[in-house]
Nanobody, 129 residues
Framework: QVQLVESGGGLVQAGGSLRLSCAAS????????RGWFRQAPGQKREFVAA????????YYAGSVQGRFTISRDNAKNTVYLQMNSLKPEDTAVYYC??????????????????????WGQGTQVTVSS
């Protein structure tokens, strides 16, 4: 079992920045890929970003490319999502996720919801206009 807990959400103005954290506990494994998804009211979950087990390869949704940065610190069992130039359409509950399967550091990490096995409870991000 792996438990993921997100933190760092809040209310920010458009154009502002916010950093989310995801701490893992339980049967954690440093090789796990980590990803971020989000879900706006009335919408399905949407992929945001993912990072390889070593932190050497990242994959971003086009909607956040150039604005968001994913990183990780395996010694702390923590993954981060730095969000800059926030827009009202970024408003959503943000979820941290991890797959159980192994993924090579030399390929793009998974970006499909069905490829992830462990999920956090989510943290609310609200961007005002």
């Amino acid at each position: 079992q792996v438990q993921l807990v997100e933190s760092g959400g809040g209310l920010v103005q458009a154009g502002g920045s916010l950093r989310l954290s995801c701490a893992a506990s339980g049967r954690t494994f440093s090789r796990y890929v980590r990803g971020w998804f989000r879900q706006a009211p009335g919408q399905k979950r949407e992929f945001v970003a993912a990072i390889s087990w070593s932190g050497g390869r990242m994959y971003y949704a086009g909607s956040v490319q150039g604005r968001f940065t994913i990183s990780r610190d395996n010694a702390k069992n923590t993954v981060y999502l730095q969000m800059n130039s926030l827009k009202p359409e970024d408003t959503a509950v943000y979820y941290c996720a991890a797959p159980a399967n192994y993924y090579s550091d030399y390929v793009d990490p998974p970006h499909l919801e069905d490829e992830y096995d462990y999920w956090g409870q989510g943290t609310q991000v609200t961007v005002s206009s």
